[in-house]
C-alpha cells in the first residue's frame, strides 16, 4: 500500500521562515492571516513554490513602497 505524505509548507520572507497556519487553507490565504503581526503581507504575492525535501517552500513577493516625489 502506498502511502501519500503531503509536504509542509514554509512561507519565506527573505531570511524569515513563517510556519504554515492553516495548512487546510489556500497559500496565499495561510500568509494573509500573519498580516495582523506583518501587516505589509496584506498585499503580498507568493512566487512559485519550490519543493526542498519535504517541505514546500514559498517565497514571499513584497512590493516597493511607492513614493511620490
Not at 3 to 29: C, H, N, Q
Not at 34 to 46: D, G, K, R, V, W
Request: net charge negative; aromatic share 6%; glycine share 4%.
Amino acid at each position: 500500500m502506498a502511502t501519500v505524505i503531503r509536504p509542509i509548507r514554509v512561507f519565506k520572507m527573505g531570511a524569515v521562515r513563517l510556519p504554515d497556519p492553516a495548512p487546510d487553507m489556500s497559500p496565499i490565504e495561510a500568509v494573509r492571516l500573519y498580516a495582523p503581526s506583518y501587516p505589509h503581507l496584506a498585499n503580498a504575492e507568493l512566487d512559485e513554490p519550490q519543493l526542498i525535501g519535504e517541505e514546500l517552500h514559498y517565497a514571499i513577493k513584497l512590493e516597493a513602497v511607492k513614493t511620490k516625489g
